[in-house]
């Protein structure tokens, strides 16, 4: 929930300063990268408790990811209209709704499978 409530946030102020920086392909490759690091840090964190320890270090990568989300939502979507023709942004914009969509769909049935296989 975090990530999400992050990027609800900072998503619009992310959006103008990266409209007014430009180098929107830098901004997506640091987005990469953060989230990256984020989940490398996720798998290799210790499992057991110390007196509420483990439970304060599990914000740091949830918030690298709400962080990471913001840019790249907000780099990645608004280069739409510079990819395709003028005519089409709507449909541009529609069809890529749909494949995000498809794969938030699909990732938890393809997981479960997966933990269920194994």
Do not use: H
């Not at 619009?12 to 640091?30: C, E, N, S, T």
């Not at 953060?34 to 918030?63: H, N, R």
């Not at 914009?93 to 938030?104: P, S, V």
């Amino acid at each position: 929930m975090l990530p999400y409530f992050m990027s609800m946030g900072l998503s619009p102020i992310l959006g103008f300063v990266i409209d007014r920086v430009g180098k929107r392909a830098l901004f997506v490759m640091i987005s990469s990268v953060i989230s990256f690091v984020s989940c490398v840090y996720t798998a290799f964190m210790k499992t057991e408790t110390t007196q509420g320890v483990q439970d304060w270090a599990v914000l740091a990568p949830l918030i690298a990811l709400g962080f990471a989300y913001s840019i790249y939502a907000s780099a990645l979507w608004g280069s739409i209209p510079y990819a395709v023709n003028p005519k089409t942004i709507g449909s541009a914009f529609g069809l890529t709704t749909a494949l995000q969509n498809a794969g938030l769909t699909l990732s938890p049935f393809i997981t479960g499978f997966e933990l269920n296989a194994s």
